[in-house]
């Protein structure tokens, strides 16, 4: 590498800690100067600064706090080349303390507490979570646009007008109260989870799996139980995490594709997570007060209950799915279910449930049409299907693998 050149491992280590440090310096920032634009303006600002510090000298014991006291520096010197702002940096300096600021009220953390902020009901529900992915999750655009299925311009504008919308109705970002918490519980879960899935199968990106997002959606999960320890569906949310994250380790193989569930290596998954999560769903059963994450997890505790693949009690994930469908009656609900038919009452009954679903362009429905036609000995409109499935993600572990199993079809 001559001087003066980029090292692309010390850039790919800026990336990594800049993701996992961008939800923290944000919430901070947006709590203390009461700006989202801000605060997102002056995280940016800190990471060009550290691409060009961190390049020269190394990254700093404590990449972190480094940026937010980058950022928080940025922050304070744009306010003050705004004459009209001269209010504001007055009020930012009185809160501008480099010390750590002591818990205070019913959501101490800076992150989670932002999650609530961003889930006030004055903003539609799927902006709520939009948003949050965005500002916490670290997400793109085009990785929020994908989770909702709706246009990179389309979601920009949506992000924008929430932005306004926080704006115009002066809604502080100050702790929540206690009664806040209830009614921005469900919105609160939805972020917590599609931050999770984004972790657990990147929609873009090189990597394929995002350790950092999982770790983050379990940290705020195991925040929110010590929160709302008596709310099952919290405790639903964490056990089904905690069951997901578990997989992980066995989840891609050695030549970078995805291993699905029923190829596994079972001993490879972290007993210690199933244990935890087994126990949080015998707690929400006790409960018997079920939600969504509660069902959800139940079926992953049946999975990861079972010895081996032959061993899962497909009757009993029908029957979940079946009362989970009461609950979200949407069409990805029916496909994971249309999966487990397949187990019990063959291919053909399957395919004909998948076919009646309105989800033509997701991936996922492609592939497990692509798995159903295969199983039916119709390779030649399986193979289109796994055509779809790979034109329709951008993950490389996942393509990887429909590769391969497309290249497998008989003739």
């Known amino acids: ?51 060009e510090r961190w390049r020269r000298d190394g990254v700093p014991p404590n990449p972190g706090g480094w940026l937010t006291t980058t950022a928080t520096r940025r922050a304070l010197d744009r306010l003050r080349r705004e004459s009209t702002r001269g209010a504001r940096h007055r009020e930012a300096l009185l809160m501008y303390d480099d010390t750590p600021h002591e818990p205070t009220g019913a959501v101490a953390d800076d992150r989670l507490r932002l999650i609530f902020t961003c889930c006030h ?62 009614p921005r519980l469900g919105a609160v879960l939805a972020v917590v989870y599609l931050i999770f899935n984004e972790g657990y ?46 997989r992980r380790p066995s989840r891609v193989g050695a030549d970078g594709a995805l291993v699905p569930l029923a190829e596994q290596d079972r001993g490879g998954w972290d007993a210690g997570l199933v244990a935890e999560g087994h126990a949080l769903v015998r707690e929400c059963l006790a409960i018997n007060r079920p939600g969504r994450y ?19 009690d497909w009757s009993q994930v029908v029957a979940l799915y079946d009362r989970l469908r009461v609950l979200d009656p949407g069409p990805v609900v029916a496909l994971n279910r249309a999966v487990a038919v397949a187990e019990v009452d063959g291919p053909e009954v399957a395919l004909a449930e998948v076919d009646r679903l309105d989800l033509a362009g997701y991936h996922a429905w492609h592939a497990t049409r692509a798995e159903l036609l295969r199983r039916l000995r119709r390779s030649a409109e399986a193979r289109a299907e796994y055509d779809a499935a790979i034109a329709a993600t951008a993950n490389p572990a996942e393509r990887a693998y429909l590769s391969r199993r497309r290249g497998t079809l008989a003739p």
């Open 201 to 246: 199968l990147a929609s873009g990106g090189d990597a394929a799996l995002r350790g950092d997002l999982t770790a983050e959606a379990l940290r705020l999960g195991r925040t929110l139980r010590e929160l709302m320890p008596r709310e099952p569906e919290v405790a639903g949310l964490l056990a089904l995490m905690l069951l997901t994250e578990a």
């Open 121 to 182: 009901p004055a903003l539609a529900p799927e902006v709520r979570v939009a948003l949050t992915l965005r500002l916490l999750g670290g997400l793109t655009v085009a990785e929020i646009a994908q989770a909702f299925f709706v246009g990179e311009a389309a979601m920009a504008q949506r992000l924008t007008r929430a932005k306004r919308k926080i704006a115009r109705a002066r809604i502080p970002f100050r702790v929540p109260a206690a009664e806040d918490l209830q």
């Open 294 to 312: 509660q069902l959800l997890a139940a079926i992953n505790a049946v999975h990861t209950d079972a010895p081996a693949a032959a061993d899962t």
């Open 1 to 51: 590498m001559s001087p003066g050149e980029a090292d692309p491992g010390i850039d790919a280590e800026i990336e990594r800690i800049y993701r996992h440090e961008y939800g923290r310096v944000v919430a901070g920032l947006a709590r203390r100067f009461g700006d989202l634009d801000l605060a997102e303006e002056a995280a940016g600002e800190a990471l060009v600064v550290a691409l």
